[in-house]
């Protein structure tokens, strides 16, 4: 299984990309976590994402490429896994196009988490509160949504129109959304397409 869960920050993407990696036994690789991560343990990849992500901005393509082709060139990612916040833009849609595509490989689905801006804000800056992330305050919040909808939403076009979206309302409790999840999962693979 390769899927791809994407969604607007605050939608849940971390929770359920556990729940599902486990679900379908391929890793979970979210690229903001292997960023801070590398933020915590002050390596030269975190010091340049730091400026980045306290900005709420994208780090850049390039940086962020090639950190996603190492880390799927690992081998447990042979068999499959699950991206959580990668692709965020057209160019890194293009790039893990590429990474598959050496390998012979191809994408089975992508996740589209849905919540509504104001739902979004309330538990960001729940999130805020509870952990302190360095991104969660008002200003950078606020950010993070905008470079969203411009850069990350028109994806949901491109993989609908190669017939492997599946879109979900993440509003709800953990596990109801999970339910959703492989659901919606499993009538995509039902869908009579080809691929
Ligand atoms: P959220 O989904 O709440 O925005 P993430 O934990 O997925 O948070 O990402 C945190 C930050 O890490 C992003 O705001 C961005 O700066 C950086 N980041 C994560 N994934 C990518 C990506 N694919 N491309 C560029 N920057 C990224």
């Not at 012979?104 to 919540?115: F, K, P, T, W, Y």
């Not at 800056?125 to 305050?137: F, I, K, P, S, V």
């Not at 606020?142 to 909808?149: M, P």
């Amino acid at each position: 299984m390769r899927l791809l869960l994407m969604g607007p920050p605050g939608a849940g993407k971390g929770t359920q990309a556990a729940a599902i990696a486990e679900r379908f036994g391929v890793p979970a690789v979210s690229t903001g976590d292997i960023f801070r991560a590398n933020v915590a343990g002050l390596t030269p990849l975190g010091r340049t994402a730091r400026r980045f992500m306290d900005a709420g901005e994208y780090v850049p393509d390039e940086v962020t490429n090639a950190m996603v082709a190492d880390r799927l060139a690992e081998a447990d990612c042979d068999a499959g896994f699950l991206l959580d916040g990668y692709p965020r833009t057209l160019q890194q849609v293009t790039a893990l196009d590429e990474m598959l595509e050496r390998d012979g490989a191809a994408l089975d689905a992508v996740v589209l988490l849905e919540a509504d801006p104001d739902e979004l804000v309330r538990r960001l800056l729940l999130r805020a509160q509870q952990q302190g992330r360095a991104d969660d305050t008002d200003a950078v919040i606020r950010r993070r949504l905008d470079v969203y909808a411009g850069e990350t939403a028109p994806l949901a076009a491109e993989y609908d129109g190669r017939r492997l979206l599946a879109t979900v309302d993440g509003l709800g409790a953990v596990d109801e959304v999970a339910q959703r999840i492989l659901a919606a999962l499993a009538s995509l693979s039902a869908r009579p397409v080809s691929r």
